[in-house]
């Protein structure tokens, strides 16, 4: 069975600062990679998805991610952080073709911005 | 266009008793699921159902959990003789694949159930 491991639960930055949200799986084989933002009182939203190809995804709100199949990682990255980015992060993986399984989630990382 | 939706938003319990929660997935979506978060577990995958054939049950966490889904859309989990620790968000998902490119997960807002 696949898990995913997030290694900073908590994460306080300021304004403008860089973020990188560390994202680890494990599982042999091929992979669905997921990042989903919950914010105050909002549900589950989906921020960006790997399937194939191109190993650098860009998803909504100037957020990207890289895939490392060789580190079995899945990094979440954002070059400059708004306090309106404060908010629950899920990295998430399904192993089906397509990914149409259920989703394995990490444990999250908080992330808090400072004004 | 609409999205998935939850209900009851909340539910207060006495333990012993049992409790459904329902989900109506997006129009259209062939996939539902189920998952449940709460603080010492995160989000736990549940249950999947995708179009007509046997859901996935490997998530659910014991037999008094349970859950169907009629005509291919609206979901039902049911939880007997709950338990305190059965307290948690129950969050549903739909999806269905966009232009062949692979399935995306959209989220409802959830039930959070309380077991007294």
């Known amino acids: 069975a696949q898990s995913v491991s997030q290694h900073n639960h908590h994460v306080i930055l300021s304004e403008a600062a860089s973020l990188e949200l560390g994202c680890n799986y494990s599982y042999g084989g091929t992979v669905n990679l997921f990042w989903y933002v919950q914010y105050p009182g909002q549900h589950l939203q989906l921020l960006l998805k790997y399937f194939s190809g191109d190993p650098l995804v860009k998803g909504i709100k100037g957020f990207e991610a890289e895939f490392i199949k060789s580190k079995f990682s899945f990094n979440l990255r954002k070059p400059s952080v708004q306090w309106s980015d404060t908010a629950e992060y899920f990295c998430?993986?399904?192993?089906?073709?397509?990914?149409?399984?259920?989703?394995?989630f990490g444990k999250g990382t908080h992330l808090i911005i400072q004004p | 266009g609409a999205g998935v939706s939850q209900s009851p938003s909340n539910k207060v319990t006495e333990k012993g008793k049992d409790v459904e929660l329902r989900c109506d997935p997006i129009s259209g979506h062939t996939a539902l699921y189920w998952y449940r978060q709460s603080l010492g577990q995160g989000l736990e995958f549940l249950i999947y159902?995708?179009?007509?054939?046997?859901?996935?049950k490997s998530g659910l966490p014991s037999d008094r959990f349970s859950a169907e889904r009629t005509g291919g859309s609206v979901s039902t989990l049911t939880i007997q003789r709950t338990q305190q620790e059965d307290s948690a968000v129950y969050l549903c998902?739909?999806?269905?694949?966009?232009?062949?490119?692979?399935?995306?997960?959209?989220f409802g807002p959830g039930t959070r159930l309380t077991v007294t």
């Open positions: 998902a739909s999806s269905s694949t966009r232009g062949g490119l692979g399935y995306e997960q959209y």
């Open positions: 159902f995708q179009g007509n054939s046997a859901p996935d």
């Open positions: 998430a993986v399904n192993v089906m073709r397509g990914g149409a399984d259920g989703l394995t």
